[in-house]
């Protein structure tokens, strides 16, 4: 379980870019990070975090759509 600023925190970490999204170059870039992101949102694989939550379809994770993401997973505390 994360609190909302744990996510922030962790969502600035590994936008690396810092253009308020994550790529899945970010989440391959960051596997430590990616780790803590796919058991947080009980997706297996940047992949499926990007089928699942990219509500845009742009290819990237925004700090909402992450939120949501582990919202959904229940893991937001």
């Known amino acids: 379980m994360t609190t909302e600023q744990e996510l922030q925190s962790l969502f600035n970490t590994l936008d690396t ?3 308020g999204k ?3 170059n970010d989440l391959f870039l ?3 990070l ?3 992101i ?3 949102t009980n997706s297996t694989t940047p992949q499926e975090l990007l089928v699942n939550y990219d509500s845009d379809k742009d290819g990237s ?3 909402e759509e992450l ?8 893991n937001l505390t």
């Open 17 to 19: 870019d810092q253009d």
């Open 22 to 24: 994550i790529s899945i």
């Open 30 to 32: 960051s596997p430590g």
């Open 34 to 36: 990616s780790v803590i």
């Open 38 to 40: 796919s058991s947080e």
């Open 61 to 63: 994770i925004t700090f």
């Open 67 to 74: 939120k949501e993401a582990v919202e959904k997973a229940n």
